[in-house]
Nanobody, 124 residues
């Protein structure tokens, strides 16, 4: 099992920035990709970004390309999500997630384990 703990959420104005962090522990070597998912009220959980532990290849949802950047620090078993130019539609609970696969593209269902989540609210 892998344990994931997110931090860094909060309230920000439109156009602002936030940086989310995810500390992973446990059997992290069993998971080949790490990612971020989000779920807004009344909506399904959706894929935001992913990164492979080895190689650091990155993948993004079209809605966040050019604004969000995912990165990882293998030595610290930590994954980050830098979010810039935030929009009201980015408001959601953001969860860090782990996937046992490396894919050419990702959806939320590719991730088998995720953390409790952190709230991100973008006010207009």
């Amino acid at each position: 099992q892998v344990q994931l703990v997110e931090s860094g959420g909060g309230l920000v104005q439109v156009g602002g920035s936030l940086r989310l962090s995810c500390a992973a522990s446990g059997r992290t070597f069993s998971w080949y990709s790490m990612g971020w998912l989000r779920q807004a009220p009344g909506k399904e959980r959706e894929f935001v970004a992913a990164i492979t532990w080895i190689g650091g290849n990155t993948y993004y949802a079209d809605s966040v390309k050019g604004r969000f950047t995912i990165s990882r620090d293998n030595a610290k078993n930590t994954v980050y999500l830098q979010m810039n130019s935030l929009k009201p539609e980015d408001t959601a609970v953001y969860s860090c997630a782990a996937s046992p696969a490396v894919r050419s593209s990702y959806t939320a269902t590719d991730f088998g384990s995720w953390g409790q989540g952190t709230q991100v609210t973008v006010s207009s």
